[in-house]
């Protein structure tokens, strides 16, 4: 998150250095964009285009969360779990965050259930994706929309 | 820290039970998007592996990326094949590397 | 605090803090288990801060710990905050958790006490705002979309997701002077210890519940 303490310190370094050396450091106009098409991308990259139907993956996150750097997520797959028809792996996506993924992981027949736990960072208000990735190339997704709240007083101070 | 981990997995089960595996490792899973007060970038440092061999065969593995929590908990199931040990090992940034080794006995 | 936070302080196997006991507990079994007993450690964090005779003062159980290391084992203190100092504190506060907050109120601690109250009716910072104008006054109420809360401090120290670590009560203090724009007091200062201590009264008979998650 930026500060407006860490916003000021940028600005002025951004003066000092001329607009191209620091014009990272502030968000691009076009950042919804930009996220939108790293989720995409991401999404593509692992499940390899495949199309993405609805169900069989139960996603629970809480839909309103006190503190978005530690929120538990579960994700559970209908699959039998044998050998000739399990699920390969479960990918997690965020829409918010800098950086799309959350988590991929690998598992197979042996898991005997397709049930995860973690818990994320997640940014702002917006949608977590969980994607279930069959053995025979089918993806299955589901997702929620969750709204993250932040306390009032925080460490860093002005905000 | 001298990475510190911690491991729940129950010391016996039924041949062809289906077990749950929760693990929490200490790690502060830095994003490499803060800054320090004065602006200067705090570098990724990031558990980027996870993965948990039993009786040296791979039954589950995850890529963790820099939206994972502090702390990193993943819980996972496995079926209790036979008794053995589970191995469990997270490596990352900066050359991170922490293992652990559970015993399970399967009656 | 939601279900969520709540579920992750009464996991006792996997939830966070629990690298912090684990600590903790081979601090003591290396540094104090050689004089203490730990069973003896029950209660022991309801009771502070409390008045020490000798040195006419009040410490909190980080003093404590760090009095028992430079009188008795002739060791350097440990530094606020510090790892060491957290986790050997948050495994014996957990030998409390459950039991009634019991600080003492006698003659000794009385005026430390009305110190206190006096700080936490304080008005202070560009917001001008005193610890009892949120948290007697506003409890209940919103403040940027997140109940205020009572400020019974019953689980330090906590681990705060905001945080992503444990930290203590004085930690916490600092948080909130920050928040209404003061300057906090150094670590350490008496300012600090007879506000926990007033706040240690105030929730007397609460159920102590460290190390406790918050948001």
């Not at chain 1, 503190?67 to 965020?94: Q, R, W, Y």
């Not at chain 3, 409390?50 to 530094?79: G, M, Y």
């Not at chain 3, 958790?97 to 109120?105: F, Q, W």
């Amino acid at each position: 998150m930026t500060t407006r303490r860490h916003f000021l310190i940028l600005a002025a370094g951004a003066t000092a250095a001329g607009a191209s050396g620091l014009a990272h450091a502030q968000l691009s106009p076009n950042i919804v964009a930009q996220r939108k098409a790293a989720l995409e991308e991401a999404i593509r990259k692992s499940t390899g285009g495949a199309e993405l139907k609805k169900g069989r993956v139960a996603l629970d996150v809480p839909p309103l969360i006190d503190n978005g750097n530690s929120v538990p997520i579960t994700v559970k797959v209908e699959s039998p779990m044998t050998p000739e028809d399990h699920v390969k792996a479960i990918h997690l996506f965020t829409e918010k965050n800098p950086q799309p993924y959350i988590m991929n992981a690998q598992l197979g027949p042996r898991a005997g259930r397709a049930a995860i736990t973690t818990r994320a960072r997640i940014a702002d208000s917006g949608r977590v994706i969980a994607i279930a990735q069959m053995s025979d190339g089918s993806c299955w997704t589901d997702e929620v929309s969750v709204v993250v709240t932040l306390s009032a007083c925080l460490e860093d101070g002005l905000i | 820290m001298a990475a510190r981990v911690v491991v729940n997995v129950p010391a016996s089960a039924k041949k062809g039970d289906v077990i749950e595996i929760r693990t929490l490792a200490g790690h502060p899973m830095e994003t490499g998007f803060r800054h320090t007060q004065t602006g200067q970038l705090i570098p990724r440092d990031i558990i980027l592996r996870f993965s948990c061999s039993y009786n040296g065969v791979e039954v589950f593995a995850a890529d963790l990326h820099p939206a994972i929590a502090a702390n990193p908990l993943i819980s996972f199931t496995t079926v209790a094949t036979e008794s053995g040990t589970l191995e469990f090992k997270w490596t990352g940034d900066n050359g991170f590397s922490a293992a652990h080794t559970s015993t399970l006995s399967v009656v | 605090m939601g279900r969520e936070t709540r579920a992750m302080q009464d996991d006792e196997q996997t939830g966070p803090a629990v690298l912090w006991l684990l600590e903790g507990e081979e601090l003591w079994g290396k540094n104090c288990a050689g004089c203490h007993r730990i069973e003896k450690m029950k209660g022991v964090a309801a009771r502070f801060p409390a008045f020490d005779s000798r040195l006419r003062k009040l410490v909190n159980l980080d003093d404590r710990i760090n009095l028992c290391r430079t009188e008795h084992q002739k060791a350097p203190a440990w530094t606020h905050e510090s790892r060491e100092l957290l986790s050997l504190n948050a495994f014996i506060s957990r030998q409390s958790r459950g039991m009634p907050i019991a600080v003492e109120l006698d003659e000794k601690t009385k005026p430390f006490i009305e110190a206190g109250r006096a700080q936490f009716e304080q008005r202070r910072g560009q917001l001008n705002l005193s610890c009892a104008q949120c948290h007697d006054d506003n409890w209940g109420k919103s403040l940027a979309g997140t109940p205020i809360p009572q400020a019974h401090p019953t689980g330090y120290p906590i681990y705060r997701l905001e945080w992503q670590g444990v930290g203590s009560l004085e930690r916490r203090l600092r948080n909130c002077m920050i928040g209404v724009r003061a300057e906090p007091y150094a670590y350490g200062a008496e300012e600090y210890r007879v506000l926990e201590l007033f706040l240690m009264w105030r929730a007397r008979g609460m159920k102590l519940e460290s190390p406790g998650v918050r948001p």
